[in-house]
C-alpha cells in the first residue's frame, strides 16, 4: 500500500509544490505575488500530506528501527521547525514589525525531497558527497592556504609600487581583496585582466601570476579532480558492497521460503521457480521462463541450489529479446510465385547495408542543400525520405520497424514535412508553410546523428551519453537542490538591492531613482557598464538565472563584485562559497562519474551472465545469425499460443520462436559498476549480520536488492 502509484505520485506533487511556493511569496516572480496567508494554508496542507505519508511508514515499521533512521528524524524536525516558523512569520505580519519578517524555514524546503523513502537515489548520492567532503577536507584546506600563501607573497610584492588598476585604485592593497582576486584567478574568470597592472609597471612581474598559474590552476585544480574521483569511486564502491550485502540476504531468505529437500540437498524446483518469476516479471513469456532456467540448471536436473538461485538478480537485469518468424503482407496473402519471389527481394535489399549506406549519403546531400538554402530541389529529397520510410516499414512491418527509434524519429519529421507540404497545396499559404518547414529542416539535420550512430567509435559515445541520462538527472536533482537553498538564502540577503529598469543608452526614459540599476551604489561600476543589471535575486528565477551564470564562471567576479557594491565584502563569502560546493565539488563529482562510466562502455562488453545466455541460446539451437536479425521481428507473448506443454526448445522452434541479446547498445550504468564492484566479494560473502552502519537503516537497505539506481 506504502509504495501504491497514487499516493506515490501524491508525495511527489506535494513535494514539487511546497518547492514551487517561492514563487509566489516576497519577492515573487511579477505578477505572481500571493497573499501570505494562501501560501500559509498551501504550506500547512503540504505539511499534513508529509506527516501521515511519515505516519504511514511509522504503523508498519519496528518502532526501533523506525526512531533509528536519520531520514524520518530529519522530516519530523524539518516539519516542527516550518510549523515555528509560519507561526512566528504570521505573527510578525499582524504587528508592527512586519517589515522585518521573513520566511528563514524556506531554505529547508529541499529536505522534503531528499528524505522520503522514494528519494533513494538522490539520498544516497548526497550521502557520497557528504562522505566525500569529509575525505577531501584536508586537500580543501591546502589548496585555500596556497591562494593565502600567495595573496600575501602578492600583497608584500606590489603594494608599495604606487602601482594604480584602470579605476585609479591602489593595485594590491588589501589582503582581503588580493585574496579575492587570486581565487577568481583560479577560475581564470580576471586574466590577464588581474596582471596587467603589475605587468605594465614591470614585466617581470608576470612569473608572479604564471608560477601561481601553474601550482594552482594548472597542478593543483588537476589533483583535487584526482581526489574527488579516488574518493567517490571508493565511497561508490562501499555503497555498493551495501547493496549486494542486502541482495545477497533477500536472496537467501527467498530461497528458505521456496526451498524443497531433495536427498541431502536443499533445491528449488522449477514449478515453484517459475511461480515466482510470474509474480516478479509477468510480462516474460514462458518461453524465456524456460530459457532463464535453463541457464542455471546446467545439469538438466531440474532443480537448483542456492549459488544458482543466487544469480537471479544479474539474470533478470540481462535483456533477452523474443523474435519470431514473419514474412511481409504480399508474402503471406498472395500466393502468386512472381510477387513472393518479387517481396523477398525487396526486403533483401533493404536489408542489405547498401541501402543503408545509399540514403546515409543522401541525408549528407540534403545537409548541404539546407545549409545552402536550396528550397527548389526539397521535394526531391522528400520523395526519397518518403520512400525510405514505406520500403522499411514494408521490410520490417509495424512492430519492429517502430521499434527502432531512429524509424520514429524519421517519421515525425518526414511526416511533419509532408503534412506541411499538403497544407501548402490546400490553403497555398507560402509563408505559414515555409516557416514550419524550417523548422522541420533544422530538425532534419539532426538525421546526420544516424550516420554518427552506425560508427562503432562514435556509437559508444552516444550509448554512454544515454545510459548516463537517468544518472544525470539524478545529479541535476542534486545541483536542483544547491540551487534552491543558495537561490533562497540569496532573495533574502540580496532581493530588492539591484532592479533592472533599462538603460538610458538603449533609449530608456529613467529617473534618478532608476538609473544604474535603481542603486546609486553602482555608478559608473563594471556590473554596469556591462549592463548586468538583470541579474538580480529579486524572485526565485532570476536567482537561479544567476546562480547558473556563477556556475558557468565566466564573469562571475563581476557579478559578485556587483552585490559586493550594493552591501559590503562580506556578500564574497556567499559567492566563494558556491564556487566551492558547485563547481568544486559536485560538478567534479560528476565529472568523476563521467569517467567511470566511459571507462566501463569500453572496457567492458558482455559479462558473465550474459555470456551464459548467450551460450545457451547456441547450445539450444535457438539463436540467429546476424544475417537473420532484420528478417525476424520482435514478438510479444499474446502472439503465439504459449502452454504449460512448451516445456522443450524443439516446441519453441516449431512456433517460429528465436532469442538474442540486444547488440551493444544502451546499458544500465549504475548495474554494471555493481557487477564491476561485485567480483571484488566472494561469492559466499554474505556481509556482516548488522547492516545498521547504512545510514537510512536496515529497513531500507533490504529494498536494494535488484539494481544500483540508488547508489551512484
Known sequence: MYYYAPLVWTLYFFVLLDLALALFEKPAVTGWLLPYWVTSILELACLVVFTLRLLHVWLYTEKPLFWKDRKHITVIVVVGLTLLDMIIYIVMMNTGVHRYAFRASRVLRPLFMINFNESRQIRCAFRN??????????????????????????????????????????????????????YVLMTTANFPNVMMPAYDNNNWSALFFILYAIIVLFIFTNIFLAVVYNNYRKNLKNEVKHAVYARRKNMLATFKIMKITVGDKEVVTYHRWKNLLEIVIPGRSEAQIRLLWHVLDEEGSEFIEFSQFAKLPDLLNVEVLEVCETEPFLQRYYHFEWIKSASKYLCLAVHHCGFRVFFDLVIVCNAFIIAFDEYDVEWLFLTLFTLEIILKFYAYGLKEFFRRRWNRFDVI???????????????????????????????????????????ARFKVILSTLLSIGPSMLTYGGILFVVYYVYAIIGMEVFGGLIHYHGYPEAGFNLTDAQQFCGNKLLTDSKFYTERFCGNNFNNLLKSLTVLFELTVVNNWHIIAQGFVLVTNKAARIYFVSFHLTCIILLLNIFVAFVLEAFLLEYTLSKNKVETDVEKKIEEMGIGLDESQEDLLVLTET????????????????????????????????????????EGELGDDDMGPDDDSDVEDGPSEAAQTNLSLDNCI
Not at 653 to 672: A, M
Open 129 to 182: 558527497i557528504r562522505k566525500t567532503l569529509l575525505e577531501i577536507s584536508s586537500v580543501v584546506i591546502l589548496f585555500l592556504l596556497v591562494i593565502a600563501i600567495f595573496s600575501l607573497l602578492g600583497q608584500k610584492l606590489f603594494s608599495l609600487k604606487n602601482i594604480t588598476t584602470v579605476t585609479g585604485e591602489k593595485y594590491f592593497a588589501s589582503y582581503i581583496d588580493v585574496y579575492f582576486d587570486l
Open 413 to 455: 519529421v518526414i511526416g511533419g514535412a509532408l503534412l506541411a507540404t499538403i497544407v501548402e497545396a490546400v490553403l497555398n499559404d507560402d509563408e505559414l508553410t515555409k516557416e514550419t518547414l524550417d523548422f522541420l529542416m533544422v530538425l532534419r539535420i539532426l538525421r546526420l546523428l544516424k550516420i554518427v550512430d552506425s560508427i
Open 638 to 677: 499474446q502472439e503465439h499460443e504459449q502452454t504449460d506443454q512448451m516445456t522443450s526448445f524443439q516446441t519453441f522452434r516449431q512456433y517460429g520462436l528465436r532469442f538474442r541479446l540486444p547488440k551493444r547498445g544502451l546499458r544500465n550504468v549504475e548495474i554494471q559498476l555493481q557487477r564491476m564492484f
